[in-house]
């Protein structure tokens, strides 16, 4: 089934030791609960990923040499090691702080992973009062170092301006060398010309390849080196002091830092789970309590990552497994796709119960099965003397014996090896065994008898692959129903086999099975015409749906402007009522303070008569009415689309084009109005007098 493979990709996805051990010891789960779990964190972290969300699980390095070392009593670590746990602890603050109350529901199974752990804020506080951010001993990480190191640095001080002095000196004589001065022995010296070493006391430390330079420590900074080289050893065993105390206040969270390691590589692992999804196109398939197999657009994984790379597009299968229909015999040509639909199926049944999320369409239905039986390739074996058939019945004898309802198996070329008649009468046997115990499988043959049983025995469903005989071309697609052609006789034509080998081929072939061959070729071309009418009917009714759409889409458009022009008009309106209200308000309050100051009250009144009643508007408006008067004539009525009615309110005539409720759209000259029913009266022209 190629699952190791599966398993590769997911390791080069690890980044961490922890998860490419659990990639590559991934095994299979029967238990549901753990599965679905699985699934579920594979899910959500891919989730995360196309998401772009930052999930805090940066670190990678491998610490089991660390935690084993804190673990023994007297151990010390190092400060940089030390530094390593302190990524890890800070690296499991920040997965803490990444689960608040939101993502502790939404990331639920991501959660389960830290739900049994918590963070302690100790470990961090602990490293950090003694080291600094480079994993050195702070000087006041006791008072007794910072006293060692406040001396020391007096004497280096003191030592650099004596040797500095001393330089000086030796540089005016003229015996300093080249490089001047050196480091021996951890202790300072001067470079001098080999031949004036006698000129100069001091301790002789040792001479250059060349021996023309000399390396001498000079008398006056000997008491001085060895208090400072004194001060070195105090402070070098202060520092491992200190860090075993360290180590010993960290022994007390060993197992908490042992378990946020693991943690981070759980993470680690379920990241590849999530990023082979994405590669593979897996989902969440819905996972049933129940032995079934019911596959939406399955892909067989490591084929379309193949056929991605080649440009090459990749068919998917769709079938389904269930206590009605439990086993698929799948039959057709050689080279049709019949061991790779096998296989595509068995590995996406593997990959789920492993854990891993599978290239099928979400709606797919999987349950688990207690036991997966795979028997495909040649299997004989030199060393127990076994030939291709005899170790074939050897497994179908065990998968008889063993299979229950809960199995789920894949023979390929079931009978083969033998001879055709004797191998098609016990592979028939061993599929009505399979059946009548109920268990769930797939099968591949070229055997007629099979095909002609799995619609006889109960559970047992015939299944084909499509084949192109005019280009005598695989269609590598699953047509579950009816058994499939071997298109012997029309391959050997296609190629060009001479006609009179092929007429002699036909003769030794039992006629019944010759014209049941036929027949399901017949069929299987027919039925492709078929499915090739109904995709042109389909695309004809899509195209159909598509310009209704348009039309729909044009019609609302039109709706819309027209209503939004009738709304502009409105608004218009709307806004000069405002104005003319405004400058009324105005002029109100200008008559009001007038009426307090002036004393001519009269005038007053007249100012505010003549902004009221506007006597002569009132007058335009009483022509206006008097010209509708002479041209139309009030009658009685329902008022109806296409009638001349009159506006109450302005005396204007105009035409209804819609009703709406108790509205009317009212076409005054070229302006639509939306008017109350009530505030209209129907009219009609008065006809003229000759």
């Known amino acids: 089934m190629e699952f190791d493979k599966v398993k590769g990709l997911l390791q080069e996805h690890c980044k961490t030791e922890l998860g490419k051990q659990m990639a590559g010891e991934l095994r299979l789960h029967t238990h549901i609960d753990y599965v679905r779990t699985a699934l579920q964190q594979a899910h959500e972290y891919k989730q995360l990923i196309l998401l772009q969300q930052h999930f805090p699980n940066d670190f990678v390095l491998n610490l089991r040499r660390e935690l084993r070392l804190l673990e023994i009593q007297g151990s010390v670590l190092t400060g940089e090691q030390f530094m390593q746990l302190r990524k890890l602890a800070d690296n499991m603050s920040s997965i803490a702080r990444f689960f608040d109350a939101d993502r502790k529901v939404t990331y639920a199974g991501l959660y389960e992973v830290i739900a049994k752990t918590y963070y302690e804020k100790k470990i961090i506080s602990l490293i950090d009062e003694v080291l600094d951010e480079a994993g050195q001993v702070r000087d006041n990480a006791t008072p007794e170092l910072a006293k060692i190191r406040m001396s020391l640095f007096r004497k280096r001080t003191e030592l650099r301006r004596v040797f500095d002095r001393i330089l000086g000196k030796l540089q005016k004589q003229g015996y300093l060398a080249d490089i001047e001065e050196s480091f021996l022995n951890g202790r300072r010296v001067v470079a001098i010309f080999a031949e004036q070493k006698r000129m100069v006391k001091g301790i002789l430390h040792g001479e250059s390849d060349t021996r023309r330079t000399a390396f ?12 400072v080289f004194s001060l070195e050893r105090d402070e070098q065993r202060e520092v491992y002091k200190i860090l075993r105390t360290l180590t010993a206040q960290l022994q007390q969270y060993h197992s908490l830092l042992e378990g946020y390691h693991d943690i981070l590589g759980i993470f680690d692992f379920i990241r590849a789970k999530a990023r ?18 019911h596959l939406v657009e399955a892909y067989h994984p490591l084929l379309l990552l193949y ?7 990749t068919i998917p299968v769709n079938m389904s497994l269930d206590k009605d229909h439990h086993i698929l015999v799948i039959s057709g040509p050689n080279a049709g796709g019949k061991t790779v639909t096998l296989k595509t199926v068995g590995l996406i049944q593997l990959m789920l119960q492993a854990g891993l999320l599978v290239p099928v369409h979400p709606t797919s239905q999987l349950g688990i099965f207690r036991q997966l039986m795979i028997h495909i390739g040649d299997t004989q074996s030199l060393e127990f003397e076994l030939s291709t058939y005899s170790s074939h019945l050897k497994n179908m004898k065990h998968f008889m014996e063993n299979a229950n309802g809960k199995t789920l198996f894949f023979i390929d070329e079931l009978g083969s090896g033998s001879d055709p008649n004797l191998g098609g009468a016990f592979a028939e046997v061993i599929m009505e065994e399979l059946a009548r115990k109920h268990a769930f499988g797939i099968v591949t043959t070229h055997y007629l008898n099979l095909k002609i049983m799995a619609g006889k025995v109960k559970g047992i469903v015939n299944a084909a692959m499509a084949f192109d005989e005019e280009n005598l071309q695989p269609m590598y697609k699953l047509i579950v129903g009816k058994p499939g052609s071997s298109y012997t006789f029309s391959i050997a034509q296609r190629i060009g086999l001479d006609q009179s080998l092929i007429n002699r081929a036909r003769k030794l072939v039992d006629e019944g099975h010759f014209r049941l061959d036929k027949l399901l070729n017949k069929a299987e071309q027919d039925l492709q015409k078929v499915e090739s009418r109904e995709k042109e009917l389909q695309k004809l009714l899509r195209e159909n749906e598509r310009l209704k759409k348009e039309y729909e889409v044009l019609s609302d458009k039109e709706r819309v402007q027209q209503q939004y022009n009738i709304l502009k008009l409105q608004n218009k309106i709307r806004e000069e009522e405002i104005i003319y209200l405004k400058d009324m308000e105005r002029k109100l309050k200008q008559i009001v303070a007038e009426w307090k100051r002036t004393d001519d009250k009269q005038k007053v009144i007249k100012q505010a008569e003549a902004l009221l009643f506007r006597r002569k508007e009132k007058a335009i408006n009483e022509k206006i009415q008097k010209k509708v008067q002479d041209k139309f004539e009030e009658i009685k009525g329902d008022i109806k689309i296409g009638d001349r009615v009159k506006i109450k309110v302005n005396n204007q005539v105009g035409t209804v084009t819609a009703l709406r409720n108790k509205n009317a759209i ?13 505030d209209l009266v129907l009219v009609r022209e008065k006809q003229k007098v000759e």
């Open 307 to 313: 056929n991605r790379k080649q440009g090459k597009p």
């Open 276 to 293: 082979l999804a994405l590669d593979i196109n897996g989902n969440y398939p819905t996972l049933v309590p129940h032995a079934q197999v």
């Open 216 to 227: 001498l420590e000079p008398e006056e900074t000997i008491q001085l080196n060895n208090e």
């Open 666 to 678: 009212v076409q005054v000259g070229n302006i639509p109005i939306t008017v109350k029913i009530n």
